[in-house]
């Protein structure tokens, strides 16, 4: 095997790690009552301090959020959105420094109580064994805004 091939294979297990330990991590954030209630150190070892989201704008929970700060305001922002937020089915499309996962979601609205079912598919940097970037890409942010819009 090449170093070339090595260093793939190692950077592809260092993000399938990182983001199985982020999933889980982030179940039983939302398990001890998840922002508000929480504390965000159970997530903070996956990401990195200088940590950048992407959210697109036309969502209630849209802009750029930045470092551990960026990244609890951003949970707390979804927890005004949705009453629930359920993660389905995750597949990892690729792996390597930038991982691209899809994931499959069931949420509640909290402002109107309606529901949808949608997939979201992530491209996520992993250096040096954090998260240093996120791009969640949304099939559909008419029908999200719509959902989660006031009555």
Known sequence: MSTENIKNTASATDSITVLTGMYEAESRYLAAGGPGEASFELLAPYFAPDVVMHQAQALPYGGTWRGHDGMARFLLAMSE???????????????????????????RA??????????VLQTVTVKEGRITEVWPFYWDTAAIAAVTACP
Request: no cysteine; net charge negative.
């Open 81 to 107: 959105a949705w009453e629930t937020f359920e993660i389905g089915e995750q597949e990892f499309l690729a792996t390597g420094e930038t991982a691209v996962v899809r994931t499959q979601v069931r949420a």
């Open 110 to 119: 909290r402002a109107t109580g309606r529901e949808l079912a949608f997939p």
